[in-house]
């Protein structure tokens, strides 16, 4: 046998020890390149000794969408299933790293508390399925809109059943992988974009605006109007220039109407509204509107210890104070003894006070021959 002559102190081998050669190992993700679709399998280039394969046992449940891009020339990531098996091959899953590659896309999701758009493509008698990647997420009906579950017959599973291919708008709230857990929440999304858009509406309002509104609530201080995204607060002594006794004596749910807004809390983010303000407030022109002397019917609303209070009875329903003195010829200890809440009775106006906002009523002077002369200047223009 001839021996080889390494005179030249060169190997003809050594080339390869200047290689850096990758040897892949079982359920590592590598970067790749696919180099040939052939028998519903597909060659990749991992930048081992040779391409691997993604067997057509998987890419057989590939849908549509991924076989559309999984195409000759495109950069994709890989998890090594098995580095060699009885053939020599690598055998290679793209789903598996897109999956490893998804639950890491839903712990950030968590951790981020970021709102993702996904796709309804199930359902079961707990909640919606949704795809989250090559994963599958659960929308328990605890979280999800309350109107999704509405049905004609109370039917949950049919009106989602219904709504199979609707986009969805939710955040991841549970991330168990090794129970293969992905729970996520319409509702927790749903709140985040509800106050995202009443950030956006309340930046936009200006004081002294006047806007259309509903009534969406009422209490016993005022009334709930919401405007576009954001609810004011019309309180009861803003309802109307007439006195009102609660809110439900004008407005009811559901009830369309207009407001002036008065008064903005950034900070709080409360709005405060005004309807009697789009009125013409009859103090302005309340001596055109009645005179010193004047006879009017009215009705008792309350009693103090120093008087009563009465309510014109006419479109203004001004209210005025019957001082104590004012209520009979003789000496009164309690307003109670003459009047009560309810009465309907004939008051002379005796003072009027546009600056102070004040009425002054009689029922002692009603019958008063200081006033007789005007009393049938009255009679005889009716």
């Known amino acids: 046998m001839i021996e080889p002559d390494y005179s030249d102190g060169e190997h003809p081998m050594n080339f390869l020890l200047d290689e850096e050669v990758y040897f892949p ?20 280039d991992i930048g081992a000794k040779s391409e691997g394969i993604i067997p057509s046992q998987e890419t057989a449940g590939y849908d549509s969408t991924t076989r559309a891009m999984l195409q000759e020339g495109e950069e994709i990531l890989v998890m090594v299933e098995n580095p060699e098996d009885n ?46 990647g090559q994963l599958r997420g659960f929308v328990p009906n605890s979280q999800l809109r309350r109107d999704r579950l509405q049905d004609q017959d109370g039917d949950k599973q049919r009106a989602l059943q219904g709504q199979i291919g609707e986009q969805i ?6 991330v168990d992988r090794p129970r293969n857990r992905l ?18 509406v309340f930046s936009s309002i200006i004081e002294g605006n006047v806007y259309d509104g509903q009534v969406v ?40 109407v207009k407001v002036q807004v008065i008064g903005i809390d950034q900070e709080r983010q409360r709005v405060a509204l005004s309807m009697k303000r789009l009125e013409s407030d009859p103090w302005t ?11 009017v019917e009215a009705e008792i609303t309350r009693l103090t210890k120093f008087g009563a209070f009465a309510r014109v009875n006419d479109d203004y329903q001004l209210e005025g104070l019957i001082h104590i003195s004012e209520l009979a010829e003789d000496r009164v200890e309690q307003a109670r003894d003459i ?14 006070d546009p600056k102070q906002r004040q009425v002054g009523l009689s029922l002692r002077q009603v019958s008063s021959d200081k006033y007789i002369e005007d009393d049938l200047a009255m009679l005889n223009t009716m």
Do not use: C
Request: hydrophobic share 40%; charged share 30%.
């Open 25 to 44: 190992s079982a359920g590592e993700i590598r970067p790749g390149r696919i180099v040939a679709l052939r028998n519903n399998e597909i060659l990749v």
């Open 87 to 132: 053939n020599g091959n690598t055998i290679l899953s793209f789903r598996k790293a897109a999956e490893e590659r998804d639950w890491q896309i839903a712990d950030e999701l968590l951790a981020s508390q970021e709102a993702l758009e996904t796709e309804i493509v199930g359902f079961n008698k707990g909640g919606a399925i949704v795809s989250v």
């Open 169 to 174: 708008i939710a955040k991841v709230i549970e």
């Open 183 to 200: 729970i996520l929440s319409e509702q927790a999304a749903s709140r985040e974009i509800r106050q995202a858009k009443k950030n956006e």
């Open 217 to 256: 609530n009422l209490a016993d201080f005022g009334a709930f109007i919401d405007i576009g995204g954001v609810e004011g607060l019309v309180h009861l002594s803003e309802m109307s220039w007439k006195r009102i006794q609660k809110p439900s004596d004008m407005l009811q749910r559901g009830d369309q």
């Open 285 to 295: 022109r309340i001596e055109e509107l009645y005179r010193e002397g004047q006879l």
């Open 339 to 352: 009047v009560k809440p309810g009465d309907k009775i004939t008051v002379r106006i005796i003072r009027l």
